[in-house]
């Protein structure tokens, strides 16, 4: 899904984004071990979805050819024939087949691990990449109930989108000058979720997309940049011009 985000930049610049949304109006969320979970229901891992490992090889290491012809871009060493890299499922299946590596196993940060550049920003709620909610996406016409704590994760909301002011003082929540204890949202969010899920900037770095943020549907990849590659291998080639799938069909 493309739309825009104004979050954590001047409301008057707009970037645009590409993520996969995961999570409806209503629905409640929650990132258990990396696994996404919809309303107590494990949601589906996406095809060609990445995640970090950690992979151990018998101490020689892997040569260049053998990350090219498993079309991995982003991976590092780290010393003593082991490797950082991001993966899909099918490529870790290729990478245990190969007789010096040892072994191929998941980096998950913990459940109560707090990463503080993980929204809401609040160690009130101890969440990370890999673990993080529950929590509820709101809907238009939804009322909810609003104290201290949850109030972190539903200000930005109530301010910066449905354009309202927000205080808090004494222990008391303000809405518009008057003390609020609930609070009815006036249109529907989404969560999104990149299918690069270790590397991607998404709604569990910013919090709710707006519906009137939405702009459309990708179709297709027209460019694909590797941050970490050299100057000759910058672009993946073999990601260009490639049909996005929303689905597992």
Same mark, same amino acid.
Not at 8 to 35: M, S
Not at 178 to 201: C, E, I, L, P, W
């Given at each position: 899904?493309? $739309?825009?985000?104004? &979050?954590?930049?001047?409301? &008057?610049?707009?970037?645009?984004?590409?993520?996969?949304?995961?999570? =409806?109006?209503?629905?409640?969320?929650?990132?258990?071990?990396?696994?996404?979970? !919809?309303?107590?229901?494990?949601?589906?891992?996406?095809?060609?979805?990445?995640? %970090?490992?950690?992979?151990?090889?018998?101490?020689?290491?892997?040569?260049? &050819?053998?990350?090219?012809?498993?079309?991995?871009?982003?991976?590092?060493?780290?010393?003593?024939?082991?490797?950082?890299?991001? =993966?899909?499922?099918?490529?870790?299946?290729?990478?245990?087949?190969?007789?010096?590596?040892?072994?191929?196993?998941?980096?998950?940060?913990?459940?109560?691990?707090?990463?503080?550049?993980?929204?809401?920003?609040?160690?009130?709620?101890?969440? +990370?990449?890999? +673990? $993080?909610?529950?929590?509820?996406?709101?809907?238009?016409?939804?009322?909810?109930?609003?104290? %201290?704590? +949850? =109030?972190?994760?539903?200000?930005?909301? !109530?301010?910066?989108?449905?354009?309202? %002011?927000?205080?808090?003082? &004494?222990?008391?929540?303000?809405?518009?000058?008057?003390?609020?204890?609930?609070?009815?949202?006036?249109?529907?969010?989404? $969560?999104?979720?990149?299918?690069?899920?270790?590397?991607?900037?998404?709604?569990?770095?910013?919090?709710?997309?707006?519906?009137?943020?939405?702009?459309?549907?990708?179709? $297709?990849?027209?460019?694909?940049?590797?941050?970490?590659?050299?100057?000759?291998?910058? !672009?993946?080639?073999?990601? =260009?011009?490639?049909?996005?799938?929303? +689905?597992?069909?």
């Amino acid at each position: 899904m493309l $739309f825009r985000s104004e &979050d954590e930049r001047p409301i &008057d610049k707009q970037t645009h984004y590409i993520k996969r949304c995961v999570g =409806l109006p209503g629905d409640t969320l929650q990132v258990v071990d990396r696994l996404v979970y !919809i309303n107590g229901k494990k949601n589906m891992i996406p095809k060609g979805s990445q995640h %970090t490992y950690l992979i151990k090889t018998t101490g020689y290491g892997l040569v260049e &050819d053998t990350w090219k012809r498993l079309e991995v871009n982003e991976y590092q060493p780290i010393g003593n024939g082991e490797y950082q890299a991001l =993966l899909t499922d099918e490529v870790v299946k290729e990478l245990k087949k190969i007789p010096s590596v040892s072994s191929v196993e998941p980096i998950i940060q913990p459940k109560g691990f707090f990463e503080g550049h993980i929204y809401p920003f609040s160690s009130y709620y101890p969440w +990370n990449t890999d +673990n $993080f909610g529950p929590i509820y996406i709101p809907k238009a016409g939804a009322t909810i109930q609003l104290d %201290t704590n +949850n =109030l972190a994760i539903y200000q930005r909301v !109530i301010f910066a989108y449905e354009h309202n %002011t927000v205080d808090e003082k &004494d222990g008391k929540i303000y809405i518009n000058g008057k003390v609020a204890t609930s609070y009815t949202f006036k249109q529907n969010y989404y $969560f999104m979720m990149g299918d690069n899920r270790h590397n991607s900037a998404d709604s569990r770095f910013w919090g709710f997309v707006p519906e009137d943020h939405i702009v459309g549907k990708a179709v $297709f990849i027209w460019m694909s940049i590797n941050s970490e590659g050299g100057f000759f291998n910058k !672009i993946r080639w073999n990601r =260009l011009f490639r049909v996005i799938h929303w +689905n597992n069909d």
